[in-house]
């Protein structure tokens, strides 16, 4: 059960201590949307995915075992109660295993990637108009420059118009470094593979030619569509 305070956390503890439903309790207050309509529920979760802080203090514990005090993190406070355990064999885990291991093998594929494009490139963060975006909001300047490398940069208007998802607009500095630098990677590495020529082999100039029509019949399709709507409303 997710709470914003210490004190409403606690409170939840002394209502399960009288005797208090935990999935009703979960129902009413918490502030974990993905397990609040499940009565508190999370799943069965493996060990190396739950979070350091919760782990410590729950994973030990037996079924129905509700932890004393609140367990604070970054999303709030979590009243933590152990609803059902598991064990699989390492053949049930195969699959899950070998999945995790190609994850993490693409990652430091991908961090290695990431690395030699920024230094090839000579990849210059400013860290200052960050400062500023985060600060202004809607009216820091669009020309201003977040990033910039040898053959392009990316502005804070580019970054408002192709950036998505929570992190875009967060007031941390690091998420919003962490975005820029994935929009930064995607121009490195057209910038990178033009430069070797690899958008000439016929593979790829095949596949960019797909997506390219695939786009603008998506394009001609809404034009044609708001079109037709504007006739009938006219």
């Known amino acids: 059960i997710l709470l914003r305070t ?14 208090a439903n935990f999935g009703e309790l979960a129902k009413e207050r918490s502030q974990h949307a993905g397990s609040s309509t499940r009565r508190g529920s999370m799943g069965y979760l493996r060990k190396f995915l739950i979070p350091d802080r919760l782990r410590i203090h729950m ?29 699989l064999t390492l053949e049930q885990q195969e699959k899950t295993i070998r999945n995790f ?25 400013h860290g200052d108009t960050a400062a500023r975006l985060i600060r202004q909001g809607p009216s820091a300047s669009g020309d201003s420059v977040l990033a910039a490398w040898r053959g392009g940069r990316l ?24 975005v820029a ?12 593979g033009r430069a070797r020529e690899w958008d000439q ?22 034009a044609m569509h708001v079109g ?5 409303r006219a």
């Open 101 to 125: 291991l190609g994850r993490q093998k693409r990652a430091v594929l991908k961090r290695d990637l990431h690395q030699r494009l920024q230094a090839e490139y000579k990849y210059e963060w």
């Open 6 to 19: 210490r004190e409403e956390a606690e409170v939840v503890l002394t209502e399960l201590a009288a005797g």
């Open 155 to 178: 502005t804070v208007g580019e970054y408002r118009r192709r950036a998505s998802g929570p992190d875009a607009s967060s007031a941390d500095p690091a998420r919003v470094r962490k």
């Open 59 to 87: 994973w030990g514990k037996p079924v129905g075992a509700v932890n004393p005090e609140p367990i604070r993190t970054p999303m709030g406070f979590h009243v933590v109660k152990v609803l059902g355990r598991r064990y």
């Open 201 to 222: 082999l016929p593979g790829v100039r095949r596949t960019v030619e797909e997506a390219r029509l695939v786009l603008l019949g998506q394009a001609l399709f809404r």
């Open 181 to 192: 630098a994935g929009l930064a990677d995607e121009d490195l590495i057209l910038l990178s």
């Open 228 to 232: 037709a709507e504007a006739d009938r």
